[in-house]
């Protein structure tokens, strides 16, 4: 069994609910985080849908991933992805996080940040932990459901300007502003059994402006689930709630050129000239995300019986 759960506003505080074709079936009881829902099993949380029932149409969609979060996120696990940045073969898994408060709705604005020149998308397949992940842990593929309660589409902007830019190549500032990080719009929960089987069976995809740029599929990746979990669990504690992003597929607007890596190779230590050089090289002959573009993403099973939902985002200046 696997249900699909949004949280949304209707004029007041924000609810969770169960959809039901196109309508919103709200949850009895409180549930304030992510990790409050991801305590009860699909079974149960189908037992607390009550009798109302509100078009989806009339509500605001919210992130259903609740800050305070860790975001921890997989580079390069396409091997598309990483042969566009001039990183394959991958030999280790890359790892880096972005800021809780980067989370927003699937269809919220993306605020381009003042004096950003080199925005991007990446969109992703999200893993939401029901449970604590620590260091005498060790996940299997069999294992996944005991550890992973939700999965969720999710976009990872990012401003290139500033992760190869600023002073040491900062991935964190360049991956953290507000609204980096859209969530949803449905938290996918599956019985535990049913976890691996449909991590495997999951597409992907991202339009700019009607354009597709990105499709892939999750049997793409280069480090599975459970590969990463353990790489996590090997350095640092996740708690119930906490996010990990799966790495995007190739298609972003950034790709690895001679020209750019030996900018980042001749200037490392020299900030300001290496951030102007960049930008000029990057942008000479590409157009990044601007203010009035459009990312439209989506995410199913490759037999289309579980739909994750659909983002619609439109880029704003600061």
């Known amino acids: ?158 401003a290139r300007d500033l992760m190869f830019g600023e002073a040491f190549l900062q991935w964190f500032r ?19 059994d049913e976890v691996a089987d449909l991590l495997d069976r999951i597409e992907i995809r991202l339009w700019l402006n009607d354009e597709l740029r990105q499709s892939a599929h999750t049997r793409d990746f280069v480090f599975r689930p459970e590969t990463c979990l353990n790489d996590i669990a090997s350095l640092m504690d996740l708690s119930a709630g906490d996010l990990v992003l799966t790495g995007t597929p190739g298609g972003v607007i950034l790709q690895a050129s001679a020209p750019l890596a030996q900018i980042l190779t001749t200037k490392l230590f020299k900030d300001s000239e290496r951030k102007d050089a960049i930008v000029r090289e990057a942008t000479a002959h590409t157009r990044y995300l601007a203010p009035g573009d459009i990312m439209r993403a989506e995410m199913h099973t490759d037999d289309s019986a579980v739909d994750f939902g659909r983002q619609l985002l439109e880029i704003v200046d600061a």
């Not at 932990?129 to 589409?153: M, Q, Y």
């Not at 360049?174 to 535990?192: D, Q, Y």
Request: glycine share 10%; aromatic share 6%; hydrophobic share 40%.
């Open 174 to 192: 360049g991956k953290s502003a507000r609204t980096f990080c859209p969530c949803g719009p449905w938290l996918v929960i599956p019985e535990a």
């Open 1 to 158: 069994m696997v249900v699909r759960l949004t949280r949304f506003t209707i004029g007041g505080e924000p609810l969770w609910g169960i959809l039901d074709g196109d309508e919103i079936a709200p949850l009895e009881g409180t549930f304030v985080s992510t990790a409050d829902i991801l305590r009860l099993p699909p079974a149960e949380l189908k037992t607390l849908a009550g009798a109302m029932r509100f078009p989806i149409s009339s509500a605001n969609i919210l992130s259903p991933v609740t800050a305070p979060a860790q975001i921890v996120c997989q580079g390069l696990n396409y091997a598309d992805h990483a042969d566009e940045s001039g990183h394959a073969p991958r030999q280790k898994n890359l790892l880096f996080m972005k800021a809780a408060s980067s989370l927003s709705g699937a269809f919220d604005p993306v605020i381009r940040p003042a004096g950003c020149q080199m925005l991007d998308y990446e969109v992703e397949l999200g893993l939401v932990l029901k449970r604590p992940l620590g260091a005498g842990d060790h996940v299997t593929r069999e294992t996944l459901g005991d550890f992973i309660g939700g999965l969720v589409l999710c976009n990872d902007v990012s």
